[in-house]
């Protein structure tokens, strides 16, 4: 069983900065792409950025130049670096261990329990 744990969220100004963490049990983390997924209230869940067990990334577009997305698969951990942030990246952000580079369900589909962010103006 796999358990997904996020920390890091927070209230912070526009122009900003917040790093989110994701600690992951289990064994097969390093094995599988990792994921920062994204959802405002009354909205649905989007991908925010995601890392290969290879270390390719991949970005939504509205946080490319801003966000960085690495791991650490010796402490079985996912980080989400977030720079400049914007009153619209207020969401809820969720950790997800197994799907593919662009979102794409895979046999591995675990989420956390989400970390609010909150950016005021």
């Known amino acids: 069983q796999v358990q997904l744990v996020e920390s890091g969220g927070g209230l912070v100004q526009a122009g900003g900065s917040l790093k989110l963490s994701c600690a992951a049990s289990g064994s097969i983390f390093s094995m599988n792409t990792m994921g920062w997924y994204r959802q405002a209230p009354g909205k649905q869940r989007d991908l925010v950025a995601a890392?290969?067990?290879?270390?390719?990334?991949n970005y939504a577009d509205s946080v490319k130049g801003r966000f960085s997305i690495s791991r650490d698969n010796a402490k079985n951990t996912l980080y989400l670096q977030m720079n400049s942030l914007k009153p619209e990246d207020t969401a809820v952000y969720y950790c997800?261990?197994?799907?593919?580079?662009?979102?794409?369900?895979?046999?591995?589909?675990?989420w956390g329990q989400g970390t609010q962010v909150t950016v005021s103006s």
């Open positions: 890392i290969s067990s290879g270390a390719t990334t």
């Open positions: 997800n261990l197994g799907r593919g580079l662009w979102g794409t369900r895979r046999a591995y589909d675990y």
